[in-house]
């Protein structure tokens, strides 16, 4: 789920520093989260459940944080969270890097490819494209019911269908979340790279799924 969809500001932000600053920190996150993968490889249980809600907490807790200006411990919740995700997916990362090491490889080049055209469309579209914030919301919404659906209801196509809709949805986050980077305030450099971090791992975890059922 994206974190990035607030009001817009209406001053100038100095574009280049922050494109730079966001996609540090976005990828100090992805390192925390491979490592919550690797620290979680041989767990089992419910730990990926306590690990997913804890990152909850830290999601909002690093908004919270940041809107009062505690940079510090936004930051340190940005990468707690990006460990606790790593965390709550390690099962499902390993499991496919076991059984189906290619569909991982596969899935790490197709996630490349798809964030980095859709994230330099998105960035090069001049246009304030945050009113399709609410549609996005809705899509996802959307998903997350017919997640649940298909938790009941097993049909082999239905699940690649979900995960092409999926790759949909946080394809259409991507590009608003960039396109938001040409009018975002400095102060907003946090909640973005979380956007854009779970904008990632949303898309890696679809094609995995698409490239596991493949192979």
Do not use: H, K
């Not at 996150?29 to 690797?38: D, E, M």
């Not at 690990?51 to 340190?76: F, Y």
Request: hydrophobic share 55%; proline share 2%; aromatic share 14%.
């Amino acid at each position: 789920m994206s974190a990035t969809g607030y009001a817009d500001r209406t001053y100038a932000s100095p574009v280049p520093a922050l494109f730079g600053r966001v996609m540090g920190l976005v990828a100090l996150t992805v390192g925390f989260a491979t490592l919550g993968v690797f620290i979680a490889r041989s767990w089992g249980g419910a730990a990926w459940f306590i690990a997913w809600l804890l990152a909850l907490g830290c999601l909002v807790g690093l908004n919270v944080a940041n809107s009062r200006g505690n940079t510090g411990l936004a930051m340190t919740l940005l990468f707690a969270f990006g460990l606790l995700i790593g965390v709550s997916v390690s099962a499902t990362v390993n499991y496919y890097s076991q059984t189906d090491p290619t569909a991982v490889r596969q899935a790490f080049g197709a996630t490349a490819l798809f964030v980095g055209g859709l994230g330099a469309g998105g960035y090069a579209i001049r246009r304030d494209l945050s009113y399709l914030y609410r549609v996005a919301f809705w899509l996802l919404i959307a998903l997350i019911v017919a997640s649940i659906v298909l938790i009941f209801v097993r049909i082999d196509a239905a699940y690649t269908v979900y995960a092409l809709v999926g790759l949909a949805v946080f394809g259409l986050y991507t590009v608003l979340d960039f396109n938001r980077l040409r009018r975002a305030g400095t102060d907003e450099a946090i909640p973005l790279a979380a956007g854009i971090f779970l904008d990632i791992l949303n898309i890696f975890l679809f094609f995995l799924q698409l490239f596991g059922r493949n192979n």
